[in-house]
């Protein structure tokens, strides 16, 4: 099948997750956007919801610190253990 190049704009810092993503997966980004296109061509459909809802506040936040936590775990509690987190959130209410 032949063969033909797209150009796809976009900001550079989602280029540059986008970039990790594939990468972490084993996927080109050029793979990526191929499973992409050959699904939205055999499903007929975008193959995700597609919305105008923006998180609240609240939930960017939890966001912002779900990814704090990722970035820098030593900064952050974890547990080995559901039982002793459980108690540590049940402890604190």
Known sequence: MAQTN???RMDME???AFDEFCAEIG?????AF??????VVREQ????ALT???PNSVTLAAMKEVDDMKRHPE???GYQDVDRMME????EV
């Open 27 to 31: 996927l080109s980004v050029s793979a």
């Open 34 to 39: 191929n499973i992409f296109a050959k699904t």
């Open 75 to 77: 900064m952050h509690k």
């Open 14 to 16: 989602t280029k540059k």
């Open 6 to 8: 797209v150009n796809i």
């Open 52 to 54: 105008t809802e923006t």
């Open 88 to 91: 540590d959130i049940l402890g």
């Open 45 to 48: 459909r975008i193959p995700f």
